[in-house]
């Protein structure tokens, strides 16, 4: 989805998902089926129709639902609307390289750290012993 230009602003929540689903690449039926699983795929995709539409009061989204759906399509437009409907910036995704290398890098630092600890205590009880 690297062309998909993220919009500046969205109608509702329900618009949010809307848009991470049509931009996913994947069918309404799959990410129902990952809704609701267990169901059959037509009445996954009946529920998950249903639940997208604000009008209906049958089925609601739940927390988990909404995880998914972010799961399964891109959370970024149901993050920037969270974000916009309640005044915060908008975030920046993590490159997952960058992300990778600093995380290495840190495990590094702490693996020296260590080392060095360990080479500390290993000279205190040297010199302990020779006293």
């Not at 910036?89 to 630092?109: D, H, L, N, S, Y």
């Not at 000279?123 to 012993?129: D, L, N, V």
């Amino acid at each position: 989805m690297p062309d998909y230009q993220v919009p500046l602003f969205y109608d509702d929540a329900y618009d949010a998902l809307e848009r991470a689903i049509a931009a996913s690449g994947k069918t309404k039926k799959e990410i129902a089926a990952a809704c609701y699983p267990g169901r059959s795929i037509e009445t996954a995709k009946s529920l998950l129709s249903r639940a997208l539409s604000p009008e209906n009061n049958d089925v609601h989204l739940c927390i988990c639902t909404i995880l998914t759906i972010m799961r399964e399509t891109r959370p970024d437009d149901f993050i920037h609307y969270l974000c916009d409907e309640f005044g915060f910036e908008r975030p920046i995704r993590k490159e997952r390289k960058q992300f990778e290398k600093t995380v290495k890098e840190g495990m590094k630092a702490i693996q020296d750290q260590f080392r060095s600890l360990a080479r500390e205590i290993s000279q205190m009880e040297k010199i302990s012993h020779e006293k």
